[in-house]
């Protein structure tokens, strides 16, 4: 360890240890370290986090910070003395708390573990059903031909509302956008072909070439009428893997919705669903 180094090692040192007593400054060795003998950790403040010795794991232990181990496996990129200085910045980062800011992330860690855990060994109990059939495929495809569709749209868009409803007439008797906006010289009337977008589809109560949407404010304070223009179906060959894929997500989630409910019935839990205020 080279002088500049000892020296930054030292001072973090010195900084974590300036709350302790200095007749509890030294931490315990190896030798005395989790022994339960008479030699106890001692030197770390009252409401340190880090009062107990974790408990040690298989390896080979290198070092110790306050009784800390620290593995010979630990160190991957990194050599001792940076790894002993991120464990004294560690146990000072739980003496200020850190830890307990951090509490509610590592719980919600904790629980999708624990549920990917369990998904795991419920696929693995669960006997292999036969995959999802084509016909399945087909049928699915064919109930849900919207979802299935390439929608091209074109906008026609104004300042003013008070226009809204004569456009909205106009371009449903089949008038031609364009032809609808140079009508109207004295207003800046713009018409744009906003291509395919799903989304923006769902503004139309029928999907048909020619249909036509009601009148729409947008978020900059202008208005429009949105048409159809052009509808171009996915073809089946071209969404069979994507809805191969979601039927056997859905047949998993059947699963282990079927599986809590049968946990939950063993075990006499309580399932209690609020009903949420609608906002004001």
């Known amino acids: 360890m080279n002088l500049r180094n000892f020296a930054l090692l030292f001072t973090l040192l ?6 302790q007593s200095d007749s509890d400054s030294k931490a315990p060795s190896a030798d005395n370290a989790g022994t339960g003998g008479e030699h106890s950790q001692t030197g770390m403040n009252e409401n340190a986090a880090t009062a107990e010795t974790e408990p040690e794991i298989e390896g080979t232990v290198v070092a110790r910070v306050n009784g800390q181990p620290i593995y010979e496996a630990a160190l991957t990129r990194e050599d001792l003395e940076y790894a002993i200085a991120e ?4 146990q000072e ?16 860690y904790e629980k999708k573990l624990i549920i990917r855990g369990m998904k795991q060994r419920i696929l ?24 299935y569709t390439h929608v091209r749209i074109h906008e026609i868009s104004f300042p003013d509302s ?16 364009q032809t609808i906006a140079n009508g109207y010289p004295d207003l800046e009337i713009t018409v744009n072909d906003l291509g395919y977008n799903r989304n923006i589809a769902q503004n139309f109560k029928t999907r048909e070439v020619g249909s036509v949407s009601e009148v729409i404010q947008k978020p900059d304070g202008t208005f429009s009428v949105l048409k159809i223009v052009e509808i171009k179906d996915i073809p089946f060959n071209v969404s069979k893997k994507s809805i191969k894929h979601l039927l056997e997500a859905k047949r998993k989630a059947r699963e282990y919705n079927d599986y809590a409910r049968k946990v939950a019935e ?9 009903e949420q205020e609608p906002e004001q």
Do not use: F, H, W
Request: charged residues 40%.
């Open 14 to 19: 010195i900084l974590v240890g300036c709350n």
């Open 87 to 90: 464990e004294i910045i560690y």
């Open 93 to 108: 980062g739980l003496r200020q708390g850190l830890n307990k800011r951090d509490r509610d992330r590592v719980r919600n």
């Open 124 to 147: 693995e109990n669960t006997e292999p059903e036969k995959g999802v059939s084509n016909e399945e495929i087909k049928s699915y495809y064919e109930s849900n031909k919207d979802k």
């Open 162 to 177: 008070d226009v809204g409803n004569e456009i909205k007439d106009k371009a449903q008797n089949g008038e031609e956008l």
């Open 266 to 274: 063993e075990n006499n839990m309580t399932i209690e669903i609020i």
